[in-house]
């Protein structure tokens, strides 16, 4: 008795081109190995987003308040120094800040206008520039001095025996104010050696009012025929006599009897 095969039997309802058991396990297998991992692909969660922005912010705000450009001690509020205080000025208190010395503000003046010509050293250039220290101008009188500065000076002089050529020295009396003018001069006769008596703005102004009908600059022969003295006016303390040419007035000294 001839048995005719069996066709294989079907798997499921509704399998489109014969799909047999073995076939649909294999396909089954597959889409397993093609499928993606979902461990740890999560998105992250908005609160957690949340407070990473709070985070940043707080810390960007605390630096900027507190990092002091990254200095040293910048990030400790107790590290830093303290900061200066202004000193109290008033009545009682009176100005602390150190003021310059007629000397010192003169130093500056002789930088800014004079040392060009005559040097930092007061030796001025050989043959055309004179020196000022230890010059006779100088450690003289005031008043021939004051006469150089303001008015100027041109042609040959000699100064230390030495004959210098015809450069001419500007006046400065429409350059610089009275006080600046003794400054400078202050500042001239008290270095490089030199002792002369300082020089008050007083003293400058009585000169310049003495010397306004004088347009020109004054020569060797104009400076040498005025006497070797100090500029009246406020260069000696009050009830004193006025200092000798060459010997430094001592301001706050009583007057000798």
Known sequence: MNDEPKSP???GQGMDYGEQADVQQVHAAVQREKREPRVGAEPLSIWLIAIYGLAIFFAGAYLGRYSGN???GGLD????PPPAKKAAGGPAGGEQVAELSPR???KKIFAANCQTCHQATGQGVPGQYPPLAGSEFTNGGSRRMGMIVLKGLQGPVKVKGQQYG????????KTLTDQKIADVMTYERSDWGNSASP???EQVAA????LASHPESFTEHD???APDEDIPGGGAPAGGAPPKPGEAAKPGQPPKP
Not at 166 to 173: I, K, R, S
Not at 207 to 210: A, D, F, N, Q, T
């Open 207 to 210: 000169l310049r009012k003495e």
């Open 77 to 80: 509020p107790m590290g830093a």
């Open 199 to 201: 020089v008050t703005a």
């Open 104 to 106: 010192d503000r003169g």
């Open 223 to 225: 400076i040498l025929a």
């Open 70 to 72: 990254f200095s040293s």
């Open 9 to 11: 039997a079907r798997i």
């Open 166 to 173: 015809t450069a001419v020295m500007q006046p400065w009396d």
